[in-house]
T-cell receptor, first 113, second 114 residues
């Protein structure tokens, strides 16, 4: 039973570029959440997708957008990259039931130069 | 609004001694509370969760936490630390006022000395 998988594991981009990160949820899960974790800090909630729609959103600019596909997998897109976007991006899947625990992938390490 | 405060950024213990990681929360309604652990360069793993059942919650790897509503605390404990417990620990709150967004504390780094 595969857990949450994220790709790629590492990525280096230049300021101003665009990036797409991908996530496949744990089998049986229908909800995907994305978090940004800067070095030495706790994860910050970006947004959550359920039934292919954004259900909740944190305090992130519109440069951060996402998508969920019919198979529940998800993408995180970041446009016009800034140096400050360098972080570990974590995907977590869960069941749609409220307060279902999150299951995390190992993350994508994004470095913006 | 919901929030969570981890009172110690770093905790250092000797192997075999008790562990206490402190967490206070703020929530307008009955919250759900979680502890997650993160080993270096890894994703997060759920240790335990509280969702309005028993106030003493047992988790994996010998960890447990007690929900104290009067103190708005959810401290994580373990009777005897092991070297493999060295990691970053996050206290997490979720409640209906936040639309069940999951809010993480800043984390506590646990060091275990031999």
């Amino acid at each position: 039973d595969a857990g949450v998988t994220q790709s790629p594991t590492h990525l280096i981009k230049t300021r101003g570029q665009q990036v797409t990160l991908r996530c496949s949820p744990k089998s049986g899960h229908d909800t995907v959440s994305w978090y940004q974790q800067a070095l030495g800090q706790g994860p910050q909630f970006i947004f959550q997708y359920y039934e292919e729609e954004e259900r909740q959103r944190g305090n992130f600019p519109d440069r951060f957008s996402g998508h969920q596909f019919p198979n529940y997998s998800s993408e995180l897109n970041v446009n016009a990259l800034l140096l400050g976007d360098s972080a570990l991006y974590l995907c977590a899947s869960s069941l749609s039931a409220n307060n279902s625990p999150l299951h995390f992938g190992n993350g994508t390490r994004l470095t913006v130069t | 609004a919901q929030s969570v405060t981890q009172l110690d950024s770093h905790v250092s213990v000797s192997e075999g001694t008790p562990v206490l990681l402190r967490c206070n929360y703020s929530s307008s309604y009955s919250p759900s509370l979680f502890w997650y652990v993160q080993h270096p360069n890894k994703g997060l793993q759920l240790l335990l969760k509280y969702t309005s059942a028993a106030t003493l919650v047992k988790g994996i790897n010998g960890f447990e936490a007690e929900f104290k509503k009067s103190e708005t605390s959810f401290h994580l404990t373990k009777p005897s630390a092991h070297m493999s417990d060295a990691a970053e620990y996050f206290c997490v709150v979720s409640d209906i006022t936040g639309g069940f967004k999951t809010i993480f504390g800043a984390g506590t780094r646990l060091f275990v000395k031999a």
